[in-house]
């Protein structure tokens, strides 16, 4: 099992960067395949960014291509999320999980672990 705390979420103006963390309660690298996931209210929970168990591939959404970056710290076991240029669409609650199966299934959302969410507010 792995636990996942995510933070770094806040509000920030159209045009800008956060970077988002999610600190894990072990090591994740080639273990679990990791991913950051995001949702808001009415709509379902849809797949950002992801990361191969091996960190050796990356995945992403359209709408974040150009934008978002996925990366992992071993040293730290931290999964970052850095957002560039950031959209008043990209306003969401933000969630770490982490899957034990390739990226392909939990880019499908069928994560065995999730975080608590952290906010991100984009104002325009």
């Known amino acids: 099992q792995v636990r996942l705390v995510e933070s770094g979420g806040g509000l920030v103006q159209a045009g800008g960067s956060l970077r988002l963390s999610c600190a894990t309660s072990?090591?994740?690298?080639?273990?679990?395949?990791m991913g950051w996931f995001r949702q808001t209210p009415g709509k379902e929970r849809e797949f950002v960014a992801g990361?191969?168990?091996?960190?050796?591939?990356?995945a992403y959404a359209d709408s974040v291509l150009g934008r978002f970056t996925i990366s992992r710290d071993n040293a730290k076991n931290t999964v970052y999320l850095q957002m560039n240029s950031l959209k008043p669409e990209d306003t969401a609650v933000y969630y770490c999980?982490?899957?034990?199966?390739?990226?392909?299934?939990?880019?499908?959302?069928?994560?065995?672990?999730w975080g608590q969410g952290t906010q991100v507010t984009v104002s325009s």
């Open positions: 999980a982490a899957d034990p199966r390739p990226l392909m299934v939990l880019r499908s959302g069928q994560a065995s672990y």
């Open positions: 072990r090591r994740t690298s080639g273990i679990y395949t």
């Open positions: 990361l191969t168990r091996s960190g050796g591939s990356t």
